[in-house]
């Protein structure tokens, strides 16, 4: 596969601490917004908005909501292509 191409398949989030990480959209389960609570989330860090499962079971936590990280997933070009 062309470098290109698979670029073109991956979606760009962005952590609290101002990094950057690239995702196969293939490789997302479950998006989970923050809590509108003022309670202590023991899950993500203040300044993340959406918690992003992925299949190695791993969760990120960014700054962009669920809803602007769906688009972002439902835009993304299809792998299988």
Do not use: F
């Amino acid at each position: 596969m062309d470098t290109i191409l698979v670029a073109a398949m991956l979606i760009l989030l962005h952590r609290a601490d101002g990094g950057e990480v690239a995702v196969y959209p293939s490789h997302v389960t479950a998006l989970h917004a923050k809590a509108p609570t003022s309670a202590e989330n023991k899950v993500a860090t203040p300044a993340g908005r959406c918690a992003v499962w992925l299949t190695d079971g791993r969760m990120l936590s960014v700054i962009e909501t669920c809803d602007v990280v769906k688009r972002l997933l439902e835009a993304a070009p299809n792998a299988a292509q």
